[in-house]
């Protein structure tokens, strides 16, 4: 089992930045790949963001790049999201999430993640 702990949502002015952490524990040797999921309200899950924590490869959606990454510190169990210029459609709750599979490439759909975290509220104001 990997237990995963969000934290660094808040509330912020549209333009600014924020930085998400996602502290995980547990058998975390056997997690692969770490993503970033969001959900707004009255809307699907999605993806934003993952990371393949031993090659350092990594995927982001097309609604953030350029602004958002992501990175992981494997000595501390953490992967980073880091979020600027944020805009009011990226209001939603953030979702750390992790793969114990092996895949080809960097998955990108939330059912090939196993673990889930709590979520953290991200709210921009225009």
């Known amino acids: 089992q990997v237990q995963l702990v969000e934290s660094g949502g808040g509330l912020v002015q549209a333009g600014g930045s924020l930085r998400l952490s996602c502290a995980a524990s547990?058998?975390?040797?056997?997690?692969?790949?770490m993503g970033w999921f969001r959900q707004a309200p009255g809307k699907e899950r999605e993806f934003v963001a993952a990371?393949?924590?031993?090659?350092?490869?990594?995927a982001h959606a097309d609604s953030v790049k350029g602004r958002f990454t992501i990175s992981t510190d494997n000595a501390k169990n953490t992967v980073y999201l880091q979020m600027n210029s944020l805009k009011p459609e990226d209001t939603a709750v953030y979702y750390c999430?992790?793969?114990?599979?092996?895949?080809?490439?960097?998955?990108?759909?939330?059912?090939?993640?196993?673990?889930w975290g709590q979520g953290t509220q991200v709210t921009v104001s225009s």
């Open positions: 999430a992790a793969a114990g599979q092996r895949w080809i490439g960097i998955p990108t759909n939330q059912n090939n993640y196993d673990y």
């Open positions: 547990g058998r975390t040797s056997s997690s692969y790949y």
């Open positions: 990371i393949n924590r031993r090659t350092g490869s990594t």
